[in-house]
């Protein structure tokens, strides 16, 4: 319906400011077409943690968020999408967008811009993966057990905690 602008995209996650980022990411209400893969891989390039409510992103994230996204959504067309099942397309070629890959599934390996670890939680009941350095919870320090912000669910409380 809108041009994709990142006006529109602003407009569209600031109708759920109180929510966190990749639930919001998640609700093809507000931003169709993104899916768990392009969340994750999305908000690991704009060093956002998945559970950061909306309205706490600065709009310079925000832009680095929106820029991310369609870099990441022109890949991922670009090399047939990110089926790694049984679906092929119609000439019978599977996608490989889950080659390129940087933190969706990489849980275990070291994160490609700090070499910590990667980790898989749930967030939005989604799996995951995240750089819990890049992506600190509203950029708190690493030794600061628990945030302002005390999520829903009990693996977001977990994950907060943790981080």
């Known amino acids: 319906e809108d041009e994709f602008t990142y006006l529109v995209f602003v407009s569209r996650l600031h109708r759920r400011k109180n929510s966190a980022i990749k639930a919001v990411l998640l609700d093809q209400t507000v931003l169709a077409g993104i899916g768990n893969i392009y969340a994750d891989e999305s908000l690991w390039g704009a060093k ?8 706490d992103i600065s709009q310079a994230k925000l832009k680095k968020l929106y820029e991310e996204i369609r870099y990441v959504l022109n890949l991922s067309i670009e090399k047939g999408g990110s089926t ?62 628990r945030p302002d912000y005390l999520p829903h669910s009990t693996d977001e409380r977990k994950l907060v905690q943790n981080s």
Not at 48 to 55: E, Q, R, S, W, Y
Not at 102 to 127: D, L, N, W
Not at 135 to 140: D, E, F, P, S
């Open 48 to 55: 956002i943690h998945p559970l950061a409510k909306v309205g």
């Open 84 to 145: 790694d099942r049984n679906y092929v397309n119609a000439e019978g070629k599977k996608g490989s967008y889950i080659d390129f890959a940087r933190v969706f599934r990489k849980e275990g390996t070291p994160c490609q811009r700090c070499g910590t670890t990667i980790i898989k939680t749930r967030v939005a009941s989604r799996g995951t993966h995240l750089c819990m350095v890049c992506q600190r919870y509203n950029n708190l320090p690493l030794n600061q057990s």
